[in-house]
Structures are given as C-alpha cells and as structure tokens.
C-alpha cells in the first residue's frame, strides 16, 4: 500500500472559524510533510515531521498548527485564516527526511480549501 | 539559493509524438532529482528518482537523464497519448541540508490531443 490519504477533499470556512486536516499514512514512513499549493504554482513546504516530532517550520504562521498524534497520523489545525490562505494542501510522506537516503515523497490527493 | 528552472511551460503535441521536458538547477550539490506528475486539483504522482550518482532512470515509456555538473535534467516521453497531459513537475532534494527539502521548478502543462 503507498497511498497516503486525505480528508476531508474540499473544505469552506469562514475567518473565524476552526478546522482541521488529516493525513494519513500506513506505509511506515517515519517523515511526513505539510505543503500549501497556489493554484499554476509548485507545492511549497510548511512543516516536516520526522519520527512524530516537528523537524521543519517553514516560517509557517501561527494560524496554521500541525499536529502529529501517532506515526501514521498527521494533522493540521486551522484558526483565524485569511482569504490568500485559500489553496490545495498536500500532505506527503517518505521512508526518512535525511536528505542523503531520501527515498521519494509519496502525496495525498490534497484537500482544496476555501476561506471566505 | 537552489532554484529549478522548467522549460517549456507549456506543451500540446498531437497523439504519437515522442517528446522532451526540460529541468535546470543553479546549484549542482544536490542529492537526487525526482519526476512527478500532477493532474489538475490533484496530488503529485512520483514518476522517476535519480540518484545524484546516476545518470538515467527507465520506467515504461519514460527517461528521465540527469547531468548533474551542467546542472540539467530531461524527461523523455515516447509515444505520447491523451493520458499523458498533465503538468509535469521537477524536484531536486539539496545538498547541504539535514532533511531532504525539495525545491520544485514551476512544471510543464502537457496537453497530448487525439
């Protein structure tokens, strides 16, 4: 199995509200990445996970909280977005994050957020 | 900074045709490069990984060759089909770096019609 999951697939919030994403993984993959995609832009990267604990903030702010509950599970919590936060969330894992044996990321089909 | 350049940005071919994708990367200490697909409001696909060491992956009818010294890498597409359009993204993981970051070119949209 080298599917990675995500839910829910579309998402509509308002400003004050509070969602979350999930992510999951049972491909023993010890790293798992948050990325947010503008649409005709490449993924770029928010957080990477390695062995449960954060590794990587990419300058991420505030409003966006990742959570990783156990080795197969990764979550993003959201709070207070703005508009130009509205994008496709990747989610995606690998074997390990260090960059010398890197085997391929594998993604999730993304959850397409709305922020009004 | 590493930054991953694509060419071309778009592509419509007629069914049949072999074709060629073009990656550039300014900063030659990389640890890989990797290939994937992503169809419109969809995830990436990983189509082909090349280690910095290599100098070409096979996979079905896709080459990918990689010359890292010139810091340039292609994507060789033979016989196109219509299930073949989609936007095409290069990766390089850096060098340097104690996690494995991709940078990302901005891809090719490929449009193959019957």
């Known amino acids: 199995d080298t599917e990675v999951t995500q839910t829910p697939k579309h998402l509509v919030m308002g400003m004050t509200n509070k969602k979350s994403l999930k992510c999951e993984q049972h491909?023993?993959?010890?790293?798992m990445y948050w990325y947010k995609q503008k649409a005709k832009k490449p993924p770029e990267l928010m957080f990477v996970?390695?062995?449960?604990?954060?590794?990587i903030n990419e300058s991420v702010p505030s409003r966006f909280s990742p959570e990783c509950p156990n080795s197969s599970l990764l979550n993003l919590h959201l709070h207070a977005l703005q508009p130009e936060d509205s994008a496709l969330y990747l989610c995606?894992?690998?074997?390990?994050?260090?960059?010398?044996?890197?085997?391929?990321?594998?993604f999730g089909p993304g959850t397409r957020l709305l922020v009004l | 900074k590493q930054e991953v350049t694509q060419i071309p940005a778009a592509l419509s071919v007629p069914e049949g045709e072999n074709l060629v994708l073009n990656c550039s990367f300014t900063d030659s200490a990389i640890y890989n490069l990797q290939w994937f697909r992503q169809d419109p409001g969809k995830g990436l696909t990983s189509l082909l990984l090349?280690?910095?060491?290599?100098r070409e992956q096979t996979s079905g009818r896709l080459n990918a060759s990689l010359d890292k010294s010139s810091g340039r890498s292609t994507l060789y597409i033979a016989a196109s089909q219509p299930g073949d359009s989609a936007t095409y993204l290069c990766a390089v993981t850096a060098g340097g770096t104690s996690y494995g970051k991709l940078t990302f070119g901005q891809g090719t949209i490929l449009t193959v019609h019957p």
């Open positions: 491909m023993g993959h010890r790293a």
């Open positions: 090349i280690q910095s060491s290599q």
């Open positions: 996970y390695s062995y449960e604990k954060l590794s």
């Open positions: 995606a894992s690998s074997q390990d994050i260090v960059a010398e044996y890197q085997e391929t990321q594998y």
